[in-house]
């Protein structure tokens, strides 16, 4: 943490050029990063509200419950996906002897964290729309943000350093991810299992469980 801090200054800096570098070159530039996780709400909502045709979940209309749960799984997601490969992606820093590469790690999560803020925001502005206004119970949204950075740092500052000599480990972790968006109870409400103690205890496992309902609770919940 100390080092962390005394170098505060070029993490920003390095954060705010990954940011704005991961979309170089395209015409619509950073534009993108809000893009592509739009168009998965929107077909995510689609495909179960407009095909399924999905009711409310949770007494909540099936668009908030959705977005107020996938929107802490973007940033873990984009944020381990980001970081485990940034000693990788960074090679050219890392082979210079007098920079700490421990910085590393963290500006991808940095990175992460400028999309993040944003849903966050359209988020807040959705609920908003539907009745469910922003609250004292909205403030504790600082506190998972802050779990949910500690826990994916936390995992990415072993990946990160694990995939130099183990380079499936990209795939691996790409694969969970993919299992990981349907055990976390995102897309369906987690009390359709209510009748089954034991496979509850079992999904609560799932560290990702408590940042989604922690989310979730402060978006709408109002727990």
């Known amino acids: 943490p100390l ?60 668009v908030l419950y959705l977005t107020s749960g996938i929107v802490p799984w973007f940033f873990f997601q984009d944020a381990l996906n980001g970081g485990t490969n940034a000693l990788m992606e960074y090679s050219y820093l890392v082979k210079k002897v007098v920079f700490k590469i421990s910085i590393l790690p963290i500006v991808k999560i940095i990175s992460a964290v400028f999309v993040h803020i944003f849903f966050v925001c359209f988020t807040i502005f959705l609920c908003s729309l539907y009745g469910y206004y922003p609250s004292v119970y909205t403030l504790q949204l600082i506190y998972y943000f802050i779990c949910t950075f500690v826990f994916v740092l936390a995992l990415v500052y072993a990946t990160s350093a694990i995939v130099i000599f183990f380079r499936d480990l990209t795939q691996i972790i790409s694969i969970i991810l993919q299992v990981g968006v349907w055990m976390t109870p995102i897309m369906w409400d987690f009390r359709m299992i209510s009748n089954n103690p034991t496979l509850m205890k079992l999904f609560k496992f799932n560290p990702i469980f408590y940042l989604v309902t922690g989310y979730r609770d402060s978006f709408l919940g109002r727990v």
């Open 3 to 62: 080092e962390l801090y005394h170098n505060r200054r070029l993490i920003m800096t390095l954060s705010k050029n990954d940011f704005k570098t991961k979309f170089a070159g395209s015409y619509l530039g950073i534009i993108w990063a809000f893009v592509q996780p739009v168009i998965t709400i929107l077909v995510y909502w689609f495909v179960f509200q407009v095909g399924f045709r999905s009711g409310a979940v949770s007494d909540y209309p099936f």
